[in-house]
């Protein structure tokens, strides 16, 4: 069992930056693969990024690459998002996912889930 809590989110104008957090409990998170997603008022939920267990390897959406960045530190039980160049479009529920597993095709990925989820941070992107 893993419970996850995000933090780091707010408020900042286009173009800025912001650092979401991810501390998860539980004797388990380093064996995890570890995700975000996201949500924006009446869209689905999405897949944002993903991060093997030794995070060696990265996954992220179309819409985020050369933007954000994951990663993971299994020391602290944390997991990050280096958010960067921020569009009105980011705007959204963030939330962080362990055990997380995703589909891709021809190298993108399009889908994505996890077993464990946390409350979610907001994330406000003024234009």
């Known amino acids: 069992q893993v419970q996850l809590v995000e933090s780091g989110g707010g408020l900042v104008q286009a173009g800025g930056s912001l650092r979401l957090s991810c501390a998860a409990s539980?004797?388990?998170?380093?064996?995890?693969?570890m995700g975000w997603f996201r949500q924006a008022p009446g869209k689905e939920r999405e897949f944002v990024a993903a991060?093997?267990?030794?995070?060696?390897?990265?996954y992220y959406a179309d819409s985020v690459k050369g933007r954000f960045t994951i990663s993971r530190d299994n020391a602290k039980n944390t997991m990050y998002l280096q958010m960067n160049s921020l569009k009105p479009e980011d705007t959204a529920v963030y939330y962080c996912?362990?055990?997380?597993?995703?589909?891709?095709?021809?190298?993108?990925?399009?889908?994505?889930?996890?077993?464990?989820w946390g409350q979610g941070t907001q994330v406000t992107v003024s234009s």
């Open positions: 996912a362990a055990d997380v597993s995703w589909r891709s095709v021809e190298g993108t990925v399009v889908a994505g889930t996890g077993n464990y």
């Open positions: 539980g004797r388990t998170f380093s064996s995890y693969a």
């Open positions: 991060i093997r267990w030794s995070g060696g390897n990265t």
